[in-house]
């Protein structure tokens, strides 16, 4: 594994790797949750990362305690980063998982420094905090708990259920700082979630979590992402999804397109032709300009989540809640008209 000499190259995601191989235990739990997964436990050097071009960015300072995902997202951006470890981007990004084992006490020291300026930090950017492996090594209560303790602003974005189990934490910190929570549910269909998402809970599990934290009186938000070309965007199954935001009680909905980055794409387009071969072909046009669909596609989706939040009694993310929106660095600033409402 390249674990060394990994620089803070924009082009590597934005996250240095700050630890070295003799900082590496790998471990393995014969538990079924956990059965096929490999932990690399290390001891980051530094946690608070910098995002590259911060100034197109919803936030500039982000904390990711995980690398890898046992959500098993298709089409997840952060695939390409395993690569960077020779780790591999597909199944081993979804089983092979790193975990900045020290993350909690080198926040805190970070935030006792005097450089540190109390900027907003963005969690889930990279990665799920809130992954499966959150259950075991239960970073986030000692993250949260610095934030806290230093009324510094933060801001959750999540697939997980398990971020209820923090929810005291979180009340705590909202009553000093501001606290952002979102969720993500880009589709209410099961089908596609099963194959699309197979890691990550079920999409109106997720809305109770909504639900849950807004009856708490945690404002929470839902990004509707990713909206999936031909299998989730029918204007029939964009009403029941946000339908199902509004019933949870969300305070925003933010429709945000499928991208598919290097690394996403290969792993996506491999999973298209073996669940869906006839759409290849649209993919392979849609998507014939890079990364991101066209932005009169976009466009277009964009309009009819609104029309439906507005229709069904919530209002889509404005500049004024941007900073409690976490987005993806790779995602903010790049797309075109359609996402301003990100920024």
Same mark, same amino acid.
């Given at each position: 594994m390249r674990w060394d000499h990994l620089s803070d190259d924009p082009a590597r995601g934005g996250e240095p790797v700050l630890f070295g191989t003799d900082a590496v235990t790998t471990r393995t739990f014969d538990t079924p949750e956990f059965r096929g997964m490999t932990f690399h436990e290390v001891r980051a050097r530094s946690i608070l990362n910098r995002v590259p071009g911060a100034s197109r960015m919803p936030f500039e300072w982000t904390v990711n305690p995980y690398r890898g995902c046992s959500h098993a997202c298709v089409y997840c951006f952060a695939r390409r980063t395993h690569s960077y470890l020779d780790l591999d981007t597909g199944l081993g990004f979804d089983s092979q998982i790193v975990v900045k084992t020290n993350a909690p006490e080198l926040l805190r020291r970070q935030l006792a !420094?005097?450089?540190?300026?109390?900027?907003?930090?963005?969690?889930?950017?990279?990665?799920?905090?809130?992954? &499966?492996?959150?259950?075991?090594?239960?970073?986030?209560?000692?993250?949260?708990?610095?934030?806290?303790?230093?009324?510094?602003?933060?801001?959750?974005?999540?697939?997980?259920?398990?971020?209820?189990?923090?929810?005291?934490? %979180?009340?705590?910190?909202?009553?000093?700082?501001?606290?952002?929570? !979102?969720?993500?549910?880009?589709?209410?269909?099961?089908?596609?979630?099963?194959?699309?998402?197979?890691?990550?809970?079920?999409?109106?599990?997720? %809305?109770?979590?909504? &639900?849950?934290?807004?009856?708490?009186?945690?404002?929470?938000?839902? %990004?509707?992402?990713?909206?999936?070309?031909?299998?989730?965007?029918?204007?029939?199954?964009?009403?029941?999804? *946000?339908?199902?935001?509004?019933? !949870?009680?969300?305070? !925003?909905?933010?429709?945000? *397109?499928?991208? %598919?980055?290097?690394?996403? &794409?290969?792993?996506?387009?491999?999973?298209?032709?073996?669940?869906?071969?006839?759409?290849? &072909?649209?993919?392979?046009?849609?998507?014939?300009?890079?990364?991101?669909a066209p932005k009169w596609y976009q466009r277009r989706i964009t309009r009819q989540v609104h029309e439906l939040a507005d229709e069904f009694g919530i209002g889509p993310a404005r500049r004024g809640a941007a900073r409690r929106i976490p987005v993806e660095p790779s995602e903010a600033g790049t797309t075109g008209p359609t996402q301003l409402t990100l920024l």
């Open positions: !420094s005097p450089r540190w300026q109390g900027a907003h930090i963005a969690m889930g950017t990279n990665v799920d905090c809130y992954q &499966r492996a959150e259950g075991r090594y239960r970073l986030m209560p000692g993250i949260i708990a610095a934030l806290r303790d230093h009324a510094n602003p933060f801001s959750i974005l999540t697939k997980g259920t398990l971020i209820l189990r923090d929810l005291d934490l %979180l009340r705590q910190a909202a009553e000093v700082t501001e606290v952002g929570i !979102s969720v993500s549910v880009g589709f209410t269909d099961r089908e596609l979630w099963r194959t699309v998402e197979p890691g990550t809970p079920a999409p109106e599990r997720r %809305l109770d979590v909504v &639900r849950t934290l807004t009856g708490h009186g945690i404002g929470c938000g839902v %990004l509707m992402a990713p909206v999936v070309p031909f299998l989730g965007d029918h204007p029939d199954q964009l009403r029941a999804t *946000v339908r199902a935001i509004a019933a !949870s009680g969300a305070t !925003s909905v933010t429709p945000l *397109v499928l991208h %598919l980055r290097p690394g996403a &794409r290969e792993w996506f387009m491999t999973w298209l032709a073996r669940h869906h071969p006839h759409l290849v &072909r649209r993919y392979e046009r849609l998507y014939a300009e890079g990364a991101y």
